[in-house]
Every structure is written in C-alpha cells, then in structure tokens.
C-alpha cells in the first residue's frame, strides 16, 4: 500500500529491484551497454523470452507476508511463460539495507537486485563505476509495457532518468490516492461511541480522548490495560512523529519544505520543539505505548492480531492492515483522525504528488543476458503481471466483474479482491519489485462497501485532502551529481540517525528538551546541516530554471 517519494529525488526515498542475465552486444560496442542484435532473447513481446532454459540470480528483500519466493505462485507462473529460472537471495527484511551495501562493497552481488530499495544516490554511484548497467537501449529495443508506461504516466521518464541521461532501474508506478496522503492515524471508533466521545480536531482533543482510553475502561473488561497510542519505529508512515508533528509545522513526507525559495528541514525549526513537548507531555502521562520507540511494523501487526492483547485506541500508520488484517473483527473500529489542528492553528498533512519509486528492478554486470533480465522487468509492468504479483491469481484471489458492477471511480470495474491482502501467502509477491498500478486501474476495483479496502482508503483519505500541503511548498524530485550524491549519502544517515535518536530520547524524558534544545541545534550544525541544505539548494535552483 505504499507510495515512496522517488527519482534522484530525496535521498531517504528507495525501493526495490530485480534483474536478469544474457549475453547482448554489437561489435565494437560494450556487450554491457547495448543491445544487439545477437541478444539471446525472443523479439520484444514474445514469449518465452529465452528459448533456452536461462536462470538468472536474484536479490530480493523478504517479505513477512510472502512465504517462500522460490515456490511463490506468481513466481512460477512468471518462470513458466519466460522461460527464466530465478534463483533466489532473500536479504533479510530488517537489515536489506545492510545486506546490499556489504554485497555491492564486496564484489559479491547478483544479476538483478529486486525490491531491495537501491536509491538514487546509489543508481548513480554504482552506475557511473558500470555495476549497474544502462537499460535506455534495451528500452529502446525490447521495451514494450515499459513505453506504455511512458505514455500513460507522463512524468515517470523524467524521474527515473539520471542526468546523464541514463536509466538504471525499473520502476514501480503506484499511483495510490490513499497513499499521497499517507501520513495518517487511526482510532477506535467502538472506544469513542462506548464513552460519549466526539472524534478529535485538535491536539488538546486528541490529548483528552487518549486520557479517556486509558482512565475509563472502553473496552469493558474492568482492568487499566488499554493502550492508547502506539506506533513503529519504521514507515512509511507508522511513526509517531509524521502525524503529529503536522500539527505544529507543516512539511513534506522527508521533513523538508520551501519557504521563499529556500529549502528548510522542519526538525530545527521552534514548531519542532513545540511538537516535541506536546509528544513527550503524551508520554510521560502513560498515554503513549513504550513499544513506539523499538518495534518495526511487524511487531505492531502481532500486536494488533493478537486477540490476548488490548489493542490501542489510536494507531499511526498508512492504513489499516499495517496493524490488523482487513477480514478482522478489529479492522471495522477503526477509522481515521482528521488532522489535527495545533495551538497556534496549523492544520495539515504532508502530500506527495509523485507516485513513481524507482530502485525497483536494477541490472548488474554479473548478468551474462542483461536483455533477458530486462524482458523479464518490462513484462512485471503488463496488467495482467501487476495483478498476479500485488493481488494473486485470476479467478482464485481477484476476478474480472460482470458488466454492470462499477468501479470506486464510478466507472465499469476491471477487477475484483475475493482474497484478502495483508496476510502470510506463498501466492504473489506483495507488491514487491515493478509493477504499474495508475490511479485508473487502482480505482477501476468493483466498489463494495462491504469489501473493498480500496474505497474504504479512499473515503477516508478525503478527510484529509482539504489539509495537504500546497506542492509549491513540497521539495520535488531532484537531481544531483555523483559528488552531490556522495556527500549527500554520508550527511543524510548522520542527520537522521541523530534526528532520531533525539526525538526518541526527548519524547520518552531520557533528555529534557528546553535544556538540550540548543545543543541539539548546535550538534546538526556540526554535523553540516548547512552543507546538506545547500547541496539540496543548488539542485532545487536547477531545476527552478528549468521551468
């Protein structure tokens, strides 16, 4: 369900990738960087993509709702119509990160890297050492979903293309209305109508209704053991800080924002601290959940399907099934809180109106047909492909709707969920690697209120639209050079990695924050925030003067 912030754009932004091998190249060119005529492959469109039985080694990051990628239904449908054998490394979900930087360090990296968040900095690193090779003449030649995806979503070639002109990965195209508006938090419903309570608007409202969740027993069975908050520490949007701090400040997904001409980070800003002080004041009052500040996602969804714990009455994240599966009895008392407006009458809610991540699918040298694994990445971009790797198979977890039945958008529906998403399976990949889901086909889902998350998300997220932030405030996708990635890659990790220990140790009274405030400013000024804004700064003026 997500939707990251990409291109050469942010540096937190990532995402995934996956790619494939063969022997391609004309003479005189480099075998690596041009297809030729000699490319062991079928012609574009044609399948199976090999005629002899290829295997291509994979990267992929696990997945705690996919149970084997080796014998995954989608895998096997994706083998048997290309003819390509993937044989798979699944970089552990917690440490992915780590796993690639050691492999892409070492030397010892596969053919394709699928869904393991590459980001634009390192596209550009290792792109310009010739570890990852340039897909523009495969494009140019065996390229069909991919120019369909070119022509459907006018931007996505600008943003994936590195300003050498070269595109390193495949992207995922998500354009997910929930998601543009992701930065949300849910709240038991039931809780609310159980103790007379109205939904919160403001943040001394929210303040009082979590008071009530914990002092006056909501769920009924006569024991103080309601949570009343609680987050993760990963996202994309399950930390407690996005939500709440957009009462104080307004800013984009990636804490930034512009402010006459000038981009500003929202975390040294006094709006900052004032936000930190009403979290902490939370805290310290047993309101929020100790667990916020260690569990990743996966924690907080054993949490919430865990029917001897008393679920939280608040809960931040992007929707729903981040912390419950939506066929749940718990999934129906929660809907989501408004934003929230702050003492001084700031009301918004960070708004991302690029729906591509790239990162997705990247091709490595090791890759003897890289024309194979190219094919391969353009078919996961079909409909057909995009379907059985996010929802599963046709007529077994989706079907196609009878004429007549219509859509979230109000027009003729063009499928139909009858499996539930969110769960432990072995039949797709859950929305893992490239895939091309525009807004048409996302709300061209049959509209039943009954069963459909995607118009559940939809009518919830329009309690946010009124409040999102104006794009000429929001950052855009960027583009740097190597040097400008380089340092940008040192300085953002140092930055966030203290950002965040900060906020945790404030918020949870290990730091008093009107004492340590200064210090905490003059530290991000020693660790060059200056130079990080600049960099930022001189893309930003770029690409004003490109308008």
């Known amino acids: 369900m997500k939707k990251g912030l990409t291109a050469l754009v942010a540096i937190t932004a990532s995402l995934a990738l996956l790619s494939a091998c063969a022997d391609s190249g004309q003479k005189g060119a480099d075998p690596k960087t041009e297809a030729g005529g000699d490319d062991q492959v079928t012609a574009a469109g044609v399948f199976p993509i090999t005629k002899e039985k290829t295997t291509l080694r994979v990267m992929v990051k696990g997945s705690s709702i996919v149970e084997n990628f080796a014998t995954n239904e989608f895998t096997k449908w994706l083998e048997e119509k290309t003819n390509i054998h993937i044989d798979w490394e699944v970089a552990p979900e917690k440490t992915f990160a780590e796993k690639l930087n050691v492999s892409l360090a070492s030397g010892d990296y596969p053919d394709v890297l699928l869904n393991m968040s590459v980001t634009p900095v390192q596209q550009s690193i290792y792109g310009k050492d010739g570890v990852f090779i340039p897909l523009n003449p495969y494009i140019d030649k065996y390229g069909v979903e991919m120019k369909k995806m070119f022509e459907q979503v006018s931007y996505v070639k600008d943003l ?120 902490h004041k939370l805290f310290a009052e047993g309101l929020i959940s100790p667990q916020s500040f260690t569990q990743d996602r996966n924690q907080l969804k054993q949490m919430g399907m865990n029917p001897e714990i008393p679920i939280a009455g608040a809960i931040a994240s992007q929707n729903q099934t981040v912390f419950v599966d939506a066929d749940n009895p718990r999934f129906k008392d929660y809907v989501s809180v408004p934003p929230l407006k702050g003492p001084s009458g700031i009301r918004s809610t960070a708004y991302n109106p690029y729906a591509v991540s790239t990162g997705q699918y990247v091709i490595t040298n090791k890759a003897k047909n890289p024309a194979a694994a190219f094919r391969m990445a353009d078919l996961l971009l079909s409909e057909e492909a995009t379907l059985r790797s996010t929802q599963g198979r046709p007529d077994q977890e989706w079907v196609r709707p009878a004429q007549g039945e219509l859509g979230v958008n109000g027009k003729q529906a063009k499928w139909k969920p009858i499996a539930t998403f969110g769960k432990l399976q072995n039949i797709h990949w859950a929305q893992a690697g490239p895939s091309l889901r525009t807004n048409d086909l996302r709300l061209s889902v049959v509209a039943d209120p009954k069963n459909s998350l995607e118009l559940i998300l939809y009518n919830e997220t329009k309690k946010y639209e009124p409040y999102a932030t104006d794009p000429s405030k929001i950052v855009p996708p960027l583009f740097f050079t190597n040097e400008q990635a380089e340092e940008l890659s040192t300085l953002e990790k140092t930055l966030t990695d203290y950002r965040t220990e900060f906020f945790a140790k404030t918020v949870t009274g290990s730091l008093d924050i009107d004492k340590e405030w200064n210090n905490y400013l003059s530290t991000l000024d020693k660790m060059n925030i200056k130079r990080y804004l600049e960099i930022y700064q001189q893309a930003y003026t770029q690409y004003k003067s490109k308008k």
């Open 160 to 279: 994936i293309t590195m300003p050498d002109g070269k595109i390193y990965s495949v992207p995922q195209v998500n354009d997910c209305y929930h998601c543009s508006l992701g930065q949300k938090m849910w709240i038991n419903q039931t809780w609310l109508d159980k103790l007379g309570l109205k939904m919160p608007e403001t943040t001394d409202e929210f303040y009082q209704v979590l008071k009530a969740f914990k002092e006056k027993d909501p769920n009924g069975n006569g024991k103080a053991d309601e949570i009343p908050l609680v987050g993760a520490t990963n996202g994309p949007s399950s930390t407690l800080d996005l939500f709440l701090t957009s009462a104080f400040i307004e800013k984009d997904f990636n804490l930034k924002f512009v402010k006459d001409g000038k981009i500003q980070v929202a975390y040294n800003q006094p709006e900052w601290k004032e936000s930190l002080k009403y979290i």
